[in-house]
């Protein structure tokens, strides 16, 4: 039986993997944050062309969907990476953006925050 996945188990399997291959000098923030945005633009690229109609649909072609997993998977990596050079708990950064977000775009009503309809800044 497998283990389950928690993200610090997988930060620890990517640092072992990365030393294993003597990768660490390679994997500075600079050039972590770089290969996280080229992965995805690669998932970008999956997407580019499609309909709004046609992206909703994307898991249903099995070469598709593994190509998309693919490039999640590479995302996160690079993501569970950079966080792991820099000392950042992705899930307390989460988190904490998730709480700053509430407040600034309360729900319809409550009084606070932006603009109704106004995207919060990624």
Not at 12 to 22: K, P, V
């Amino acid at each position: 039986m497998t283990e389950p996945l928690d993200l610090a188990r997988l930060q620890h399997r990517l640092a072992e993997f990365a030393a294993a291959r003597n990768w660490q000098p390679y994997h500075t923030p600079k050039n972590l944050a770089a290969a996280l945005s080229v992965e995805a633009s690669e998932l970008v690229e999956i997407f580019q062309w499609l309909t709004p109609e046609e992206s909703a649909r994307v898991m249903a072609d099995p070469g598709t969907a593994h190509r998309v997993e693919d490039e999640v998977a590479d995302v996160l990596a690079y993501l569970l990476q950079f966080c792991g050079a820099l000392g950042i708990d992705p899930l307390a950064a989460l988190a904490a953006k998730i709480d700053r977000n509430e407040r600034r775009f309360p729900v319809a009503g409550d009084k606070g925050g932006d603009e109704p309809g106004q995207l919060p800044d990624s």
